[in-house]
């Protein structure tokens, strides 16, 4: 049987603080092309799990911008890290839409792909590569609403917002589709 809009809805969840203290299957890191460690949430994330997924970032080759890599969560308590780089945003018309999305899809497909039936996401692209909140939470919920109809896949996702601004927008967003 299709799983319906509104029990898709029942399973995203939004929250503030720090993703790196998640107790979920992944969670996700808004990481750089090199995936080789940065600021914002992917320091956090790399100072949280250790070393070791530095040196197991070494290994993957980096990612374009909108594809995911998985790792192990090492010292963290989550099993995976997905790490995804956002696109940057210069102004809209550089395909930034679509390759945010496909970050969001892509995470999505890898947690499916390893039996994950939890997930956390940052604001990918909403720090330091200056996407504009609201039309990149309108983006995030769409996706992984899309992923969950088409795949007929049902997995708990945990927004965690680490600033007020991006908690508001979440939650207003998500009202809105309820
Ligand atoms: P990007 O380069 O993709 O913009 P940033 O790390 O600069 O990545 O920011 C992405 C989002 O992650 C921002 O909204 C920022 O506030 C948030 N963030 C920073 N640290 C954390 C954390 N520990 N947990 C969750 N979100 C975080």
């Known amino acids: ?12 969840h939004i929250q503030k603080g720090d993703i790196t203290k998640m107790e979920v299957d992944a969670i996700v890191n808004a990481a750089n092309p090199s995936l080789l460690g940065g600021g914002g949430v992917d320091g956090a994330i790399h100072r949280a799990a250790g070393p070791q997924l530095l040196e197991e970032c070494r290994t993957l080759g980096g990612a374009q911008p909108g594809e ?7 010292r963290l308590k989550a099993k995976y890290v997905i ?3 956002g696109p940057v945003y210069r102004g809209g ?3 930034e839409a679509a390759i945010l999305k496909n970050s969001y899809y892509n995470s999505m497909r890898l947690a499916k ?7 956390a996401f940052p604001a990918i692209s909403t720090g330091v590569y200056g996407y504009p909140k609201e039309e990149a939470c ?10 969950m109809e088409k ?7 945990y927004f965690v917002l680490f600033d007020d601004d991006n908690y508001a927008i979440y939650t207003k ?3 809105e589709l309820s």
């Open 113 to 119: 792909d390893n039996g994950c039936t939890s997930i």
């Open 138 to 147: 309108s983006i995030a919920l769409s996706t992984i609403i899309e992923f």
């Open 1 to 12: 049987m299709a799983v319906d809009k509104s029990t898709i809805l029942k399973h995203i």
């Open 68 to 74: 995911a890599k998985i790792t192990k969560g090492y």
């Open 93 to 95: 018309n550089h395909n």
């Open 173 to 175: 967003h998500l009202q």
């Open 151 to 157: 795949e007929n896949f049902l997995i708990d996702v």
């Open 83 to 85: 790490h995804t780089p």
